[in-house]
């Protein structure tokens, strides 16, 4: 619907007038960081000094903002007299706009500061200016005063751009966020060019020549932008990523996949019109889910993609960008479950990203955080710590908490691909920390640079998320209705996409009458719908969630995951009451979908070697510490590189060792290395150390998926003279069969080739292989680090020799999992996931006071809790048991109101109440403050000391908390009477 025609009402009203009174609408008259990107802009005649090489940060404001004014005027005199005077955000959005039109490039007609990518080799050129098309197309629509001369400002630039894509390379944001233009032009095609083809001021190629060339423009974007479809389908030289990315790079970048990638089955399937091309929006969500689903954000990406461990985070930026692109693909594909999802974040996801007065955002946020403040692992801090315990360093420094990931996650293109070891952008304080090869790359599954530095709820994150966020609300609340002109019955329809409330003047064309959603949702179950003052006949279309299997409309049955049609009829008022019904639903397989071993190494006879694989780091090689594969010195080879100087590193080959009861008695390994930080004439420093080990492949990686963390640690082996040295067998946590002495002897810096082989036999091992074996190389890189080159068709040429004699214990049966599943479990109800909000302990870590004008709410916080929190769900074992469904509350709590809605002070709308056990072992990650990884499920708690006792918890609404558990363990109990 044309901005100006619908307006917000109820609880939505007052999260909008919320929004443009604190940090989205100080942003344009403020100096503190982030803001003063947005009023010091080039686009409205600043100096740019806080630009950063790109001119994108007052188009992602405006996007926002712009809407957001306008559906509060749409609102009336009353919602406009409580905007803040002071900040007088309307009037500032006006004179924004008004001045980018006034200083189009009169010669060319190109919108923005820029002609075009000068000096940039980020694609900022091409893409900056879109967002503020996006702006001015959406001004235009609450101001016809200025519609045509917008439609012709549009249309020039798109003209020249259309021009420039003939000849210029499309790289990096441009590449990837080819959608926004084909959109663009769509939109002009669809809507301008009817409405101004004729007039030259608009048009001056013609109604024609307009279209073809706009259509040409998109279809020569689109054909040098990103290959989303080789990307995820794997297929082309660029592939989505199974696991978390460890290099920065623009392909994976989350917010250029909420933004490129969710927009482009519909730009596609509108470009083509294939049924192929539409069906692909459920391929991308497919993969999405699949190898990076997240409860609250859709997906995790801290920037690039990061898997499914649930104290990874999501940068704010994708989570708004996923909201409008799900609603955009709505519009062409028609597809209901893509609302559910949108529904999903914009009650979750976009909440949760700000304090509830949003004054301050996060840059990151996982959907498993107790602690939302600066922090990193401690030195030597290597166990859980619950809440109110110190970490202990009796345990070895890896447990599952901090695993490490299989090469293959790791940015799968070329290495040209690789370009930058410091992204342009994104965390101001994070770059550097996702470089490829650095020394956090490799730990996959372990918080990145961003989960340290960038979870704090503030102003002074990088600018992209603060003036980007503004989007998030306006856009979900403008599309609570949509128009369809020739509806299913061949009448013209009004689709109800969200029973939010609001309300809207129709266009002519839908009979001119008038339409209002009266309900509380999502904090209530019910609305109630009226449709008046039709002067023709319509079709009403009520989207019934996917969830809502219980539904009814007028009182009768309304399946779940459709439009309910109504007939809406002039001269009559329709009044449609719908009831939801929801239940609470517990998600099951929730985090990481676990590491099988490797293919087995068999008993090849007595004196017979047996190769281990390790050519193929993708499929052998488990990388921690600060371990890496990066491209060799050779061409066409690679390199485990062992992080940088003082760095410790791991590589785990992953096929496990199978000796049948026979004793392993010789391991051989052959690498050539090159050593890198040279030290200079006159300098010594101490080389890195390798060192070979054999590890328990049980322990190593657990083949129980219910045992705790602090049992899934490394134990490694103990030689045959173990007993010679007063060790009981198991006792050493290291059996370390070789180690080198320092390697030092063949530069990096001052390359004239690898080393020759280096060649490791050990023999007389005799350690028994009743149970399965793995290896592992280990590096200390004292004062310089290593490039160890993989041979392409043997690896790190490892084998393995057994002797004839048979220990006394049983072979053991074969292993699935080397890191078992976390197959943990959420809870929700409709379309609001709960979590656990533990007490929080909030404090202001920065003030901006000295950036004036003073904004006192504009700070950073540290959030933090005393409060016990690492509990895991107590399940059923029996699914018809009487009472197993968790207990749902409808009654808020005693502050809670309706006008303060998403409310983070301990507050709630309801809540949900279930059974649980503490997990003592679950944790801090490596004596940090940051939530470790839960334990894989279920957790056998009989007759163990590491559960408590069952007791009750309380779950509210996500979007309530600033920190909060709410992907769980869960263990099961065969008598749960709470259940």
Same mark, same amino acid.
């Given at each position: 619907?044309?901005?100006?025609?619908?307006?917000?009402?109820?609880?939505?009203?007052?999260?909008?007038?919320?929004?443009?009174?604190?940090?989205?609408?100080? %942003?344009?008259?403020?100096?503190?960081?982030?803001?003063?990107?947005?009023?010091?802009?080039?686009?409205?005649?600043?100096?740019?000094?806080?630009?950063?090489?790109?001119?994108?940060?007052?188009?992602?404001?405006? /996007?926002? /903002?712009?809407? %957001?004014?306008?559906?509060?005027?749409?609102?009336?005199?009353?919602?406009?007299?409580?905007?803040?005077?002071?900040?007088?955000?309307?009037?500032?959005?006006?004179?924004?706009?008004?001045?980018?039109?006034?200083?189009?490039?009169?010669?060319?007609?190109?919108?923005?500061?820029?002609?075009?990518?000068?000096?940039?080799?980020?694609?900022?050129?091409?893409?900056?200016?879109?967002?503020?098309?996006?702006?001015?197309?959406?001004?235009?629509?609450?101001?016809?005063?200025?519609?045509?001369?917008?439609?012709?400002?549009?249309?020039?630039?798109?003209?020249?751009?259309?021009?420039?894509?003939?000849?210029?390379?499309?790289?990096?944001?441009?590449?990837?966020?080819?959608?926004?233009?084909?959109?663009?032009?769509?939109?002009?095609?669809?809507?301008?060019?009817?409405?101004?083809?004729?007039?030259?001021?608009?048009?001056?190629?013609?109604?024609?020549?307009?279209?073809?060339?706009?259509?040409?423009?998109?279809?020569?974007?689109?054909?040098?932008?990103?290959?989303?479809?080789?990307?995820?389908?794997?297929?082309?030289?660029?592939?989505?990523?199974?696991?978390?990315?460890?290099?920065? /790079?623009?392909?994976?970048?989350?917010?250029?996949?909420?933004?490129?990638?969710?927009?482009?089955?519909?730009?596609?399937?509108?470009?083509?019109?294939?049924?192929?091309?539409?069906?692909?929006?459920?391929?991308?969500?497919?993969?999405?889910?699949?190898?990076?689903?997240?409860?609250?954000?859709?997906?995790?990406?801290?920037?690039?993609?990061?898997?499914?461990?649930?104290?990874?985070?999501?940068?704010?930026?994708?989570?708004?960008?996923?909201?409008?692109?799900?609603?955009?693909?709505?519009?062409?594909?028609?597809?209901?479950?893509?609302?559910?999802?949108?529904?999903?974040?914009?009650?979750?996801?976009?909440?949760?990203?700000?304090?509830?007065?949003?004054?301050?955002?996060?840059?990151?946020?996982?959907?498993?955080?107790?602690?939302?403040?600066?922090?990193?692992?401690?030195?030597?801090?290597?166990?859980?710590?619950?809440?109110?315990?110190?970490?202990?360093? !009796?345990?070895?420094?890896?447990?599952?908490? !901090?695993?490490?990931?299989?090469?293959?996650?790791?940015?799968?293109?070329?290495?040209?691909?690789?370009?930058?070891?410091?992204?342009?952008?994104?965390?101001?304080?994070?770059?550097?920390?996702?470089?490829?090869?650095?020394?956090?790359?490799?730990?996959?599954?372990?918080?990145?640079?961003?989960?340290?530095?960038?979870?704090?709820?503030?102003?002074?994150?990088?600018?992209?998320?603060?003036?980007?966020?503004?989007?998030?609300?306006?856009?979900?609340?403008?599309?609570?209705?949509?128009?369809?002109?020739?509806?299913?019955?061949?009448? &013209?329809?009004?689709?109800?996409? !969200?029973?939010?409330?609001?309300?809207?003047?129709?266009?002519?064309?839908?009979?001119?009458?008038?339409?209002?959603?009266?309900?509380?949702?999502?904090?209530?179950?019910?609305?109630?719908?009226?449709?008046?003052?039709?002067?023709?006949?319509?079709?009403?279309?009520?989207?019934?969630?996917?969830?809502?299997?219980?539904?009814?409309?007028?009182?009768?049955?309304?399946?779940?995951?459709?439009?309910?049609?109504?007939?809406?009829?002039?001269?009559?008022?329709?009044?449609?009451?719908?009831?939801?019904?929801?239940?609470?639903?517990?998600?099951?397989?929730?985090?990481?979908?676990?590491?099988?071993?490797?293919?087995?190494?068999?008993?090849?006879?007595?004196?017979?070697?047996?190769?281990?694989?390790?050519?193929?780091?993708?499929?052998? %090689?488990?990388?921690?510490?600060?371990?890496?594969?990066?491209?060799?010195?050779?061409?066409?080879?690679?390199?485990?590189?062992?992080?940088?100087?003082?760095?410790?590193?791991?590589?785990?080959?992953?096929?496990?060792?199978?000796?049948?009861?026979?004793?392993?008695?010789?391991?051989?390994?052959?690498?050539?290395?090159?050593?890198?930080?040279?030290?200079?004439?006159?300098?010594?420093?101490?080389?890195?150390?390798?060192?070979?080990?054999?590890?328990?492949?049980?322990?190593?990686?657990?083949?129980?998926?219910?045992?705790?963390?602090?049992?899934?640690?490394?134990?490694?082996?103990?030689?045959?003279?173990?007993?010679?040295?007063?060790?009981?067998?198991?006792?050493?946590?290291?059996?370390?069969?070789?180690?080198?002495? &320092?390697?030092?002897?063949?530069?990096?810096?001052?390359?004239?080739?690898?080393?020759?082989?280096?060649?490791?036999?050990?023999?007389?091992?005799?350690?028994?292989?009743?149970?399965?074996?793995?290896?592992?190389?280990?590096?200390?890189?004292?004062?310089?680090?290593?490039?160890?080159?993989?041979?392409?068709?043997?690896?790190?040429?490892?084998?393995?020799?057994?002797?004839?004699?048979?220990?006394?214990?049983?072979?053991?049966?074969?292993?699935?999992?080397?890191?078992?599943?976390?197959?943990?479990?959420?809870?929700?109800?409709?379309?609001?996931?709960?979590?656990?909000?533990?007490?929080?302990?909030?404090?202001?870590?920065?003030?901006?006071?000295?950036?004036?004008?003073?904004? &006192?709410?504009?700070?950073?916080?540290?959030?933090?809790? /005393?409060?016990?929190?690492?509990?895991?769900?107590?399940?059923?074992?029996?699914?018809?048991?009487?009472?197993?469904?968790?207990?749902?509350?409808?009654?808020?709590?005693?502050?809670?109101?309706?006008?303060?809605?998403?409310?983070?002070?301990?507050?709630?709308?309801?809540?949900?109440?279930?059974?649980?056990?503490?997990?003592?072992?679950?944790?801090?990650?490596?004596?940090?403050?940051?939530?470790?990884?839960?334990?894989?499920?279920?957790?056998?708690?009989?007759?163990?000391?590491?559960?408590?006792?069952?007791?009750?918890?309380?779950?509210?609404?996500?979007?309530?908390?600033?920190?909060?558990?709410?992907?769980?363990?869960?263990?099961?109990?065969?008598?749960?009477?709470?259940?």
């Amino acid at each position: 619907m044309p901005l100006g025609s619908l307006a917000p009402a109820g609880w939505l009203l007052g999260q909008l007038l919320r929004q443009a009174n604190s940090l989205s609408g100080a %942003l344009a008259s403020s100096t503190f960081p982030g803001a003063d990107t947005v009023n010091s802009s080039l686009w409205v005649g600043g100096d740019g000094h806080k630009d950063i090489g790109t001119t994108q940060w007052l188009p992602y404001w405006t /996007n926002g /903002n712009v809407p %957001l004014v306008e559906l509060l005027r749409a609102a009336g005199p009353s919602a406009v007299a409580l905007l803040d005077p002071v900040l007088d955000l309307a009037g500032k959005v006006d004179g924004f706009m008004e001045y980018v039109l006034q200083h189009a490039n009169k010669t060319n007609g190109w919108i923005g500061p820029y002609t075009n990518e000068p000096g940039d080799v980020n694609g900022h050129g091409l893409w900056d200016p879109l967002n503020m098309l996006r702006s001015l197309i959406n001004y235009a629509q609450a101001h016809p005063e200025h519609e045509r001369d917008i439609a012709g400002a549009v249309v020039a630039h798109l003209t020249q751009e259309a021009e420039l894509v003939k000849t210029d390379p499309i790289i990096k944001w441009a590449q990837t966020r080819w959608p926004t233009f084909v959109e663009l032009c769509q939109y002009a095609v669809d809507v301008i060019v009817p409405a101004h083809g004729t007039n030259p001021a608009v048009c001056p190629l013609g109604a024609n020549r307009t279209q073809a060339m706009l259509l040409e423009a998109a279809s020569i974007f689109q054909q040098k932008g990103m290959d989303w479809a080789g990307y995820y389908h794997r297929t082309g030289g660029v592939k989505f990523p199974t696991g978390p990315v460890l290099g920065w /790079n623009t392909n994976d970048h989350g917010v250029n996949n909420a933004e490129g990638a969710l927009r482009w089955p519909s730009v596609a399937y509108r470009m083509s019109g294939a049924a192929a091309d539409a069906k692909e929006m459920d391929v991308v969500l497919g993969m999405l889910d699949k190898y990076q689903g997240q409860p609250n954000a859709l997906f995790c990406a801290d920037e690039v993609f990061c898997g499914r461990q649930p104290n990874r985070g999501t940068e704010t930026c994708a989570v708004v960008e996923a909201i409008a692109a799900l609603e955009f693909a709505f519009l062409t594909l028609g597809d209901v479950a893509l609302l559910d999802r949108a529904e999903r974040l914009a009650f979750n996801g976009l909440p949760a990203a700000l304090t509830a007065d949003m004054w301050t955002h996060v840059y990151v946020q996982q959907a498993n955080s107790v602690f939302a403040g600066r922090s990193h692992p401690a030195s030597g801090a290597t166990t859980p710590a619950g809440p109110g315990e110190s970490g202990s360093t !009796s345990e070895p420094a890896r447990w599952m908490g !901090s695993r490490g990931l299989l090469a293959r996650a790791r940015h799968e293109a070329p290495d040209m691909e690789l370009q930058s070891p410091t992204p342009p952008q994104g965390c101001a304080t994070c770059r550097g920390r996702r470089s490829h090869g650095s020394a956090r790359a490799s730990f996959g599954s372990s918080p990145s640079g961003e989960d340290e530095d960038a979870n704090f709820y503030g102003v002074s994150h990088f600018p992209c998320c603060i003036t980007n966020f503004p989007q998030g609300w306006p856009k979900f609340a403008m599309h609570a209705y949509v128009l369809q002109h020739v509806g299913p019955t061949g009448l &013209p329809s009004v689709v109800i996409t !969200s029973l939010v409330p609001a309300n809207a003047t129709l266009p002519a064309a839908f009979g001119g009458g008038r339409i209002a959603t009266q309900s509380d949702y999502p904090f209530g179950d019910t609305a109630q719908i009226f449709v008046e003052g039709l002067s023709r006949p319509i079709l009403l279309q009520i989207r019934i969630p996917g969830w809502a299997t219980h539904a009814t409309l007028n009182y009768q049955p309304a399946l779940n995951g459709t439009l309910q049609r109504i007939l809406c009829e002039p001269g009559k008022v329709t009044s449609t009451k719908v009831a939801l019904h929801p239940t609470v639903r517990i998600e099951h397989g929730l985090g990481t979908l676990g590491t099988p071993f490797g293919s087995p190494v068999e008993y090849a006879g007595a004196g017979e070697p047996a190769a281990v694989p390790s050519a193929d780091a993708a499929s052998s %090689l488990l990388l921690d510490g600060a371990a890496s594969v990066i491209g060799s010195r050779e061409a066409g080879k690679q390199d485990i590189r062992s992080g940088g100087p003082g760095d410790t590193a791991s590589v785990l080959v992953t096929h496990p060792i199978y000796g049948q009861g026979h004793f392993l008695e010789r391991v051989q390994m052959g690498f050539k290395y090159c050593a890198g930080y040279t030290p200079l004439p006159g300098q010594t420093k101490k080389g890195s150390v390798l060192s070979l080990h054999v590890v328990d492949a049980a322990t190593q990686g657990g083949q129980w998926a219910a045992l705790p963390h602090s049992a899934l640690h490394e134990r490694v082996l103990v030689l045959g003279l173990a007993a010679l040295q007063g060790l009981d067998p198991g006792e050493k946590l290291f059996n370390t069969v070789y180690t080198s002495p &320092p390697l030092d002897a063949y530069s990096f810096d001052n390359y004239k080739g690898y080393s020759p082989p280096q060649l490791i036999d050990v023999g007389n091992l005799h350690i028994s292989n009743s149970e399965p074996l793995l290896l592992q190389v280990t590096f200390q890189n004292n004062e310089r680090n290593l490039q160890v080159q993989l041979n392409p068709h043997t690896g790190l040429n490892l084998t393995v020799v057994w002797g004839a004699d048979i220990g006394p214990d049983p072979p053991s049966p074969h292993l699935r999992w080397l890191v078992p599943p976390l197959n943990a479990v959420s809870v929700l109800r409709g379309p609001l996931l709960f979590a656990l909000h533990p007490t929080e302990v909030k404090r202001v870590v920065k003030t901006y006071n000295d950036f004036p004008p003073t904004r &006192p709410h504009a700070v950073d916080y540290e959030i933090g809790t /005393n409060a016990t929190w690492n509990y895991g769900l107590v399940l059923p074992t029996n699914q018809t048991a009487a009472g197993m469904i968790p207990r749902f509350d409808p009654k808020p709590s005693v502050g809670w109101t309706l006008d303060f809605p998403f409310d983070d002070s301990g507050e709630f709308p309801f809540s949900i109440s279930l059974p649980a056990r503490q997990m003592k072992t679950w944790g801090l990650w490596k004596g940090s403050m940051i939530t470790d990884a839960p334990p894989s499920s279920p957790v056998r708690c009989n007759g163990s000391d590491e559960c408590g006792s069952e007791e009750t918890i309380h779950l509210v609404p996500f979007g309530c908390t600033n920190i909060r558990i709410s992907v769980f363990p869960w263990t099961v109990e065969p008598n749960t009477s709470s259940w």
